[in-house]
């Protein structure tokens, strides 16, 4: 299973970037996708999630700055990133994996190599 990140680099505080990550027909027709991010030093962290129904879910600290899309005739799953501060420099990365509503709980199954992300001046 391949999923394939793209997008990240260097940008300055209070920028946008939007990262892409496409994966094959068969995955993103059957799983959720999902975008981490792990800092230096620090544990790896859920962003955001989208079903196949496209229902959304975020993490409280970038709501309303980050939003997830995917796009189905491209089998790729998106992640814009508006207002980023040097807190968000991390790598990026995404997977496929099943959502619970009821629980809003996401189980990775899949995950790309990560691209860096660097939010500097």
């Known amino acids: 299973v391949q999923l394939v990140e793209s997008g990240g680099g260097l940008v300055q505080p209070g920028g946008s970037l939007r990262l892409s990550c496409a994966t094959s027909?068969?995955?993103?027709?059957?799983?959720?996708m999902g975008w981490y991010r792990q800092a230096p030093g620090e544990q790896r962290e859920l962003l955001a999630v989208i079903t196949t129904d496209n229902i959304t879910d975020y993490k409280d600290s970038v709501k309303g700055r980050f939003t997830i899309s995917r796009d189905n005739a491209k089998n790729t799953v998106y992640l814009q990133m508006d207002s980023l501060g040097p807190e968000d420099t991390a790598v990026y990365f995404c997977?496929?994996?099943?959502?619970?509503?009821?629980?809003?709980?996401?189980?990775?199954?899949?995950w790309g190599q990560g691209t860096q992300v660097t939010v500097s001046s």
């Open positions: 027909s068969s995955i993103f027709s059957t799983y959720a």
């Open positions: 997977s496929a994996g099943r959502y619970y509503s009821g629980s809003n709980y996401y189980a990775s199954a899949y």
